[in-house]
């Protein structure tokens, strides 16, 4: 059975930076495509970066160059480096692997003003 499970989220100031991690149990790790999804209060889960079993990589129009999604095949883990974060970046943030319809149990991303 396949298990997400992220770290990294935090409180940090506008501007700053912060890197999630998502670790994923389970040997089919290196052949699936995963993604991070956000769901701030009172809106809908949206997607925010996704990266393949080849590495190629898309993101949302609201972080394009600020954010990068990554891979290390050998650690099993998926990584959201966040940078110039803005308050409107403040959601609950998730991994996702769309070939099991696996969700993480979310991490907490605070953006103060």
């Known amino acids: 059975q396949v298990q997400l499970v992220e770290s990294g989220g935090g409180l940090v100031q506008a501007g700053g930076s912060l890197r999630l991690s998502c670790r994923v149990s389970?040997?089919?790790?290196?052949?699936?495509?995963v993604a991070w999804y956000r769901q701030a209060p009172g809106k809908q889960r949206e997607m925010v970066a996704t990266?393949?079993?080849?590495?190629?990589?898309n993101y949302a129009d609201s972080v394009k160059g600020r954010f990068t999604i990554s891979r290390d095949n050998a650690e099993n883990t998926i990584y959201l480096q966040m940078n110039s974060l803005k308050p409107e970046d403040t959601a609950v943030y998730y991994c996702y692997m769309d070939s099991t319809a696996t969700w993480g149990q979310g991490t907490q991303v605070t953006v103060s003003s």
């Open positions: 389970g040997s089919i790790f290196s052949t699936k495509g």
């Open positions: 990266i393949t079993s080849t590495f190629s990589t």
